[in-house]
């Protein structure tokens, strides 16, 4: 929306205001907010780490070296080794790229998803949208990891079917949200008048309602992201997730805490830290998402 | 009161009957048949006869409208049907571990209580100094660790320390023993799980006491009581901490119907026969009328729990009337 300063800026001569580059819109969002542009950096960082996995390390991730197993953190294994001799760190950085993809895919469909039946269900309002309100609501009433357990116990595991369990809880969560949006924006007389000029209803529900609740379906996507990497790591522990030999932060917590005890305790600290360090970036990069794009969504 | 109160009662049957459909059509929702799926599963070879039975068994071989009335009945009724794993009732293998998990969320809400109240209440206090960045961190540090990591960490941490200290490792009993038998038994076998779901659950409940307790502390009444020089420490005791933990109270009810999800990973890690184990079992072994059970058991619990809260609310703030 342009506001009346907006405006004045465009009709002014060019010449007199210099076009800040974008590294000093950088620079001013760092300064603005501090802990947004440090989560950023680790979010980037990660992103990085996932996808050069092969160039940062040369260890394979997968293959078993059974005359190095259990080996303590040093300079060739960063990490240590793990029970199948597989060097840890190179394997909690292929995890990433496991980590990122479903964290990534699920909360993209899952948002966009909930983008679309949300609109939709304040568009048409009346009795579809009480009716696929309810709906919502008892999916809402399950705990996330429940609903996709539920999900998995359907379609099995795999990498596949985690993205699409971990999906499907977060469908109903961000179209809420959304549809609150949309049923202030349906009340706008443009959207009327686009009625009134006989658009059709897919045409009005994509050109004029969903670029009007951008802001709270970005708000939900990067707050879903840590959720999902999180949840994709605990179904992954319990064997539920994604499946050896690919590389996951949770499948490498899984075996007994206290077989590592006292051969090899480094085995379940570095994965653990690594999705700490994962939802802790995610989390913050989301609070600060949240709080540029909409200050009144803050939970604080 | 009581009017609203019947009032709710009744709207849970709707909802209910909502989250039955939703779980009747789950396992409907399979490709395929679920006893091909079970048993070809195994990848041997699968008789038709074996089939049969098994449709039989489980009744899906009826037309869906009387399997759904026979599965709503069986529902009011308590007769949830046999595993599907164990042959045995579902009622009875709930029943065997409901306990311990009751036991568990009510001993992880009791310590998320005692962390978050007080965390909440010096970070308020103490708003933007050195004290409330940490407490604040070590909050939001709480829902960034997955829970099963900590209560590795506790296992690894206790095996380590008692090694050290008494020269012989100890670990929590992994039998379970109910607490008016050998309290102290029972108690150091459920403490740690307790500790591990807790504090991932203090983490809201720690935010909430905090921005609570700054509003209240910006209300007029908080001012009169420091202008007539009442200690700064009656003041938060008296006044603003019974007014702030309102919001927290529901906070802490809401996330005790979640804490079934939180159980789900612990009870794993700590080897505890509950329900959360029984559940992870359940799809692990394909028993899927295990599963719906315990799903539509997390729905009872959930809309009980906010019953129970919103009841609760009224009774605790008697400017709330619902009519």
């Known amino acids: 929306m342009a506001s009346p300063s907006d405006l004045a800026v465009s009709e002014m001569d060019f010449d ?32 990085l780490l996932a996808a050069f996995a092969n160039v940062i390390t040369f260890y394979d991730p997968v293959q078993n ?6 080996v303590a953190p040093s300079v060739t294994h960063w990490f240590g080794t793990d029970q199948f001799g ?26 966009t998803a909930g983008l679309i039946l949300g609109v939709g269900s304040a568009y048409f309002g009346g009795r579809f949208d009480l009716i696929f309100q309810r709906f919502m609501d008892i999916f809402i ?36 949200v959304v549809r609150s949006s949309a049923l202030s924006i349906r009340e706008i007389p443009y959207v009327d008048a686009a009625r009134a000029l006989g658009f059709a209803h897919v045409r009005i529900i994509s050109r004029h309602m969903i670029p009007n609740v951008m802001a709270p379906y970005l708000i939900m996507l990067t707050s879903f992201l840590g959720q999902a990497i999180l949840l994709e790591a605990s179904l992954s522990y319990l064997g539920l997730g994604v499946q050896e030999p690919t590389a996951a932060w949770g499948l490498m917590l899984q075996g007994g805490a206290e077989e590592y005890a006292e051969s090899a305790p480094w085995i379940p600290v570095f994965p653990g830290l690594a999705i700490t360090a994962a939802v802790f970036a995610f989390n913050l990069f989301g609070d600060a998402v949240r709080d540029t794009l909409d200050p009144r969504l803050r939970s604080e | 009161m009581y009017r609203y109160t019947i009032k709710r009662i009744l709207l849970m049957f709707p909802t209910l009957l909502g989250a039955a459909v939703l779980v009747f059509f789950m396992l409907r929702l399979i490709p395929g048949d679920v006893c091909e799926l079970r048993m070809a599963g195994t990848g041997m070879f699968v008789d038709k006869e074996a089939i049969a039975t098994c449709q039989q068994n489980l009744g899906i071989d ?52 005692l962390i978050a109240i007080p965390l909440g209440t010096i970070s308020a206090i103490k708003q933007d100094t050195w004290i409330d960045y940490v407490v604040r961190t070590f909050s ?8 099963f990591w900590l209560g590795i960490l506790i296992i690894l941490g206790l095996l380590i320390m008692t090694q050290k200290v008494f020269g012989d490792p100890w670990m929590p009993p992994i039998h379970y023993t109910p607490i008016w038998e050998d309290p102290v038994a029972n108690i150091s076998q459920l403490i740690w799980p307790a ?37 700064e420490k009656l003041i938060i005791n008296r006044h603003a901490l019974k007014n702030s933990l ?19 990973v612990t009870e794993q890690v700590f080897n505890l026969n509950g329900l959360g184990k029984l559940f992870v079992e359940s799809v692990t072994n394909h028993d899927y009328t295990m599963t719906q059970s315990l799903v539509m058991l997390v729905a009872v619990v959930f809309i009980f729990t906010n019953l129970f809260i919103d009841i609760l609310y009224a009774w605790l703030d008697p400017r709330i009337r619902y009519s």
């Open chain 2, 140 to 147: 939001i540090a709480g829902i960034a660790m997955p829970s």
């Open chain 2, 195 to 231: 500790v591990a779901t807790g504090y991932r659950y203090s983490a809201v409940a720690t935010r909430m006491t905090r921005s609570a307790l700054l509003e209240v502390l910006r209300e007029d009444y908080v001012r009169t009581a420091r202008a007539k020089g009442l200690l």
């Open chain 1, 86 to 111: 597989r060097d840890i760190f190179t394997r909690i950085v292929f995890g990433a790229r496991t980590a990122l993809f479903v964290g990534f895919s699920a909360s993209i469909l899952g948002s």
């Open chain 2, 246 to 264: 309102l919001p927290v109270a529901t906070v802490i009810g809401l996330e005790f119907a979640f804490l079934m999800g939180g159980l789900v």
């Open chain 2, 62 to 113: 009826a037309p869906i409208y009387v399997q759904f009335i026979d599965f709503i009945t069986g529902f009011f009724t308590f007769d949830l049907g046999k595993s599907m794993w164990t042959g045995k009732p579902i009622l009875h293998e709930i029943g065997l571990r409901f306990e311990l998990s009751l036991q568990v969320a009510i001993m992880a809400t009791l310590t998320a209580i």
């Open chain 1, 65 to 70: 070296a059974f005359d190095s197993m259990h």
């Open chain 1, 16 to 47: 007199t205001v210099p076009e800040r580059s974008w590294v000093d819109k950088i620079k001013d969002t760092a300064r603005k907010k501090p802990l947004g542009a440090v989560s950023a950096c680790a979010v980037l960082v990660m992103i």
């Open chain 1, 141 to 176: 009433s399950f705990p996330l990891i429940i609903m996709a357990l539920s999900v998995v116990s359907i379609f099995g595991t795999g990498t596949q079917n985690v993205i699409f369990a971990i999906t499907i809880p977060l469908i109903p969560r961000c179209a809420r």
